[in-house]
């Protein structure tokens, strides 16, 4: 197939028509264009930039990226037939991608995929190896991760809000990606630096080394709603969901990837992997909630809306809106809590179920999973964790969300 330009359009949107009607159509999960970095020495993909992801999106775009990738020999049967897709675009593929979106080559307001393919243009697609830079990456079922390109169009779709925590699969996601050294959002191979470390550190250009990780930061990919804010970028994971208005303070503070805020929240505490805190929620300096990487937790928590956890505090199961967890205090699934018979039914009034009553009025914590209006507290004089219906609203500083 020999690719003309496209004059008008409405010739646009017929070319699309005619791609999807094609025998080898399959509507993507995800897709995007990816600037790759390779290693030196491994000659593997260490990292993929993602400036636009499309997530059951813009399958126009997707269906003319094809087409230029079919016209330049890339076998239509491959596609849908896995899970996910990579591949490699030449300089060729992406001349024709921009004939093909020549309509609107004028006026890139509300076009970001035709955007990227612009500047995919203005610049130079090969590398030093003669490997291409830059990749069409596509996702068909959210299966485990196999790849470098398939690690980061989830985790940069989950950062950028297409989708949230818990909601696709990352298994498989630390055996995909390298180890390797950041500089900035430049990854380093390891072993290139350690085959060449004598001779750059002599000629003065080792790099200044941020960081060793398979995941780089949050802010080397993603750019923030205007009301949130993050002091320090070391604080948040690639992979980590910020909905607007989350303020991620310094200090003990810090993000993982799969988990997150679904609303302003404020976070001095750690939010572990698969960890969602709701809308209005305070988590107090040196605060830790409990993932389910490792640990043998298996269990994953969110803590509702308008709550909040106290300076220091542990929790270790999930918990409803209006929460409290006093400073100090360690609330884990198997802790004993004593609940008075009265503050029992006082959570019966707002919850749909509670335990049933006890004599002793001892409880397990997992016992209390989901409640809301939970107040815990640590009794300073017996030393017994305690649980009653809280009395207090908590309201974020709206000044600083």
Same mark, same amino acid.
């Given at each position: 197939?020999?690719?003309?330009?496209?004059?008008?359009?409405?010739?646009?949107?017929?070319?699309?028509?005619?791609?999807?009607?094609?025998?080898?159509?399959?509507?993507?999960?995800?897709?995007?264009?990816?600037?790759?970095?390779?290693?030196?020495?491994?000659?593997?993909? @260490?990292?993929?930039?993602?400036?636009?992801?499309?997530?059951?999106?813009?399958?126009?775009? &997707?269906?003319? @990226?094809?087409?230029? !990738?079919?016209?330049?020999?890339?076998?239509?049967?491959?596609?849908?037939?896995?899970? %996910?897709?990579?591949?490699?675009?030449?300089?060729?593929?992406?001349?024709?991608?921009?004939?093909? &979106?020549?309509?609107?080559?004028?006026?890139?307001?509300?076009?970001? =995929?035709?955007?990227?393919?612009?500047?995919?243009?203005?610049?130079?697609?090969?590398?030093?190896?003669?490997?291409?830079?830059?990749?069409?990456?596509?996702?068909?079922?959210?299966?485990?991760?196999?790849?470098?390109?398939? !690690?980061?169009?989830?985790?940069?779709? @989950?950062?950028?809000?297409?989708?949230?925590?818990?909601?696709? =699969?990352?298994?498989?996601?630390?055996?995909?990606?390298?180890?390797?050294?950041?500089?900035? =959002?430049?990854?380093?191979?390891?072993?290139?630096?350690?085959?060449?470390? !004598?001779?750059?550190?002599?000629?003065?250009?080792?790099?200044?080394?941020?960081?060793?990780?398979?995941?780089?930061?949050?802010?080397?990919?993603?750019?923030?709603?205007? =009301?949130?804010?993050?002091?320090?970028?070391?604080?948040?994971?690639?992979?980590?969901?910020?909905?607007?208005?989350?303020?991620?303070?310094?200090?003990?503070?810090?993000?993982?990837?799969?988990?997150?805020?679904?609303?302003?929240? @404020?976070?001095?505490?750690?939010?572990?992997?698969?960890?969602?805190?709701?809308?209005?929620?305070?988590?107090?300096?040196?605060?830790?909630?409990?993932?389910?990487?490792?640990?043998?937790?298996?269990?994953?928590?969110?803590?509702? %809306?308008?709550?909040?956890?106290?300076?220091?505090?542990?929790?270790?199961?999930?918990?409803?809106?209006?929460?409290?967890?006093?400073?100090?205090?360690?609330?884990? !699934?198997?802790?004993?809590?004593?609940?008075?018979?009265?503050?029992?039914?006082?959570?019966?009034?707002?919850?749909?179920?509670?335990?049933?009553?006890?004599?002793? %009025?001892?409880?397990?914590?997992?016992?209390?999973?989901?409640?809301?209006?939970?107040? &815990?507290?640590?009794?300073?004089?017996?030393?017994?964790?305690?649980? &009653?219906?809280?009395?207090?609203?908590?309201?974020?500083?709206?000044?600083?969300?």
């Amino acid at each position: 197939m020999t690719i003309t330009p496209l004059k008008t359009q409405n010739e646009f949107k017929a070319f699309v028509a005619e791609q999807k009607a094609q025998i080898w159509w399959s509507a993507p999960l995800a897709y995007a264009v990816a600037r790759v970095e390779y290693g030196p020495i491994s000659g593997e993909v @260490m990292s993929a930039q993602m400036p636009v992801v499309n997530w059951k999106a813009n399958e126009g775009s &997707f269906a003319v @990226m094809m087409a230029a !990738a079919i016209a330049h020999g890339f076998e239509p049967s491959q596609i849908g037939q896995g899970p %996910e897709l990579i591949i490699p675009l030449t300089r060729a593929m992406i001349e024709d991608m921009g004939k093909l &979106f020549a309509p609107y080559m004028d006026d890139l307001e509300g076009h970001a =995929n035709v955007n990227v393919v612009k500047q995919m243009l203005d610049l130079s697609a090969e590398t030093a190896a003669g490997q291409p830079q830059f990749e069409l990456v596509a996702l068909f079922a959210d299966e485990a991760c196999t790849s470098v390109e398939s !690690a980061y169009l989830k985790l940069i779709a @989950m950062s950028e809000g297409h989708v949230k925590p818990r909601e696709v =699969n990352f298994d498989g996601v630390f055996g995909a990606l390298p180890n390797v050294a950041w500089v900035g =959002n430049i990854p380093h191979e390891l072993a290139h630096l350690r085959k060449n470390k !004598a001779a750059l550190q002599l000629a003065g250009e080792y790099p200044h080394i941020g960081y060793v990780d398979k995941l780089p930061r949050f802010l080397h990919h993603v750019i923030p709603a205007d =009301n949130t804010r993050i002091i320090d970028g070391a604080k948040v994971r690639i992979g980590a969901h910020l909905a607007a208005g989350t303020t991620v303070m310094p200090g003990a503070s810090y993000i993982n990837f799969n988990a997150g805020t679904l609303g302003p929240a @404020m976070i001095e505490g750690r939010v572990s992997s698969s960890v969602i805190i709701g809308s209005g929620t305070d988590v107090g300096g040196g605060a830790s909630i409990l993932g389910v990487l490792s640990g043998g937790n298996s269990t994953p928590i969110g803590i509702g %809306e308008n709550g909040l956890l106290g300076a220091n505090a542990v929790c270790g199961i999930p918990l409803g809106d209006g929460c409290i967890i006093d400073a100090g205090a360690s609330v884990l !699934a198997g802790s004993k809590v004593k609940i008075k018979a009265a503050q029992l039914k006082a959570l019966a009034e707002i919850n749909k179920a509670v335990p049933e009553e006890r004599e002793d %009025e001892t409880y397990k914590a997992a016992d209390l999973s989901g409640l809301n209006g939970l107040h &815990f507290r640590q009794n300073s004089m017996t030393g017994v964790l305690e649980a &009653f219906r809280s009395n207090f609203e908590i309201k974020l500083n709206e000044a600083l969300h």
